[in-house]
């Protein structure tokens, strides 16, 4: 099973609201990615979890609010977002320093 | 400073013919390389990888082909399906163990009937 979940699909918010992306996997993966993938460009890191703590920032402006609860839970919270903020955000999961990252099928966020 | 290029956006072959995607890098200090093959509105899905101490990784239809000197890589699909149309990203990482890949542009592949 290489199945990462995100929730939800697509998401339309305005600039004041406050909402979270959710991410699982159950592949017992203890490395958990964010990445933002706006059209016709690849995907850009933006954050990794390994053994639930935070490793890697890239310098995410702080609207972006990274959460990792437990081992196959990622959260990306969101708050006060531009509209230039709007991509595809995908989740991926591997072993810590392993190289293989399996995806999820990303949230789709508007932000209007 | 683009350190993974996949220089061709596109890439058009008929049914049964080989499709060749092809990857270059700048940094001699990646030690994987991966391919992904990603549909509108899906996720990335792995597809083949390979070390930097090898030349040469296959799995059914796919091929990878690794040449170090010239720090170039390419995917060979044989025989391209239909099924195949997709965007492929060429990713790398570097060596030490980081969980960071860098990513090509991509190469969106149009297999025709």
């Known amino acids: 099973d290489t199945e990462v979940t995100q929730t939800p699909k697509h998401l339309v918010m305005g600039m004041t609201n406050k909402k979270s992306l959710k991410c699982e996997q159950h592949?017992?993966?203890?490395?958990m990615y964010w990445y933002k993938q706006k059209a016709k460009k690849p995907p850009e890191l933006m954050f990794v979890?390994?053994?639930?703590?935070?490793?890697i920032n890239e310098s995410v402006p702080s609207r972006f609010s990274p959460e990792c609860p437990n081992s196959s839970l990622l959260n990306l919270h969101l708050h006060a977002l531009q509209p230039e903020d709007s991509a595809l955000y995908l989740c991926a999961s591997s072993q810590p320093l392993r190289y293989t990252q399996y995806f999820g099928p990303g949230t789709r966020l508007t932000v209007l | 400073d683009q350190q993974v290029k996949q220089n061709s956006p596109s890439l058009s072959v008929q049914e049964g013919r080989i499709s060749i995607l092809n990857c270059d890098y700048t940094?001699?200090?990646?030690?994987?390389f991966l391919w992904y093959k990603k549909y509108p509105a899906e996720g990335p899905t792995f597809l083949i990888s390979i070390s930097s101490i090898k030349d040469k990784n296959e799995d059914g239809r796919f091929t990878v082909f690794l040449n170090k000197s010239a720090k170039h890589l390419s995917l060979h699909i044989v025989p391209s399906q239909p099924g195949d149309s997709a965007v492929y990203f060429c990713a790398a990482r570097l060596s030490g163990g980081s969980e960071k890949l860098v990513f090509g542009k991509g190469t969106k592949l149009t297999v025709n009937p």
């Open positions: 979890y390994s053994y639930e703590k935070l490793s």
């Open positions: 592949m017992g993966h203890r490395a």
């Open positions: 940094n001699s200090m990646f030690d994987y």
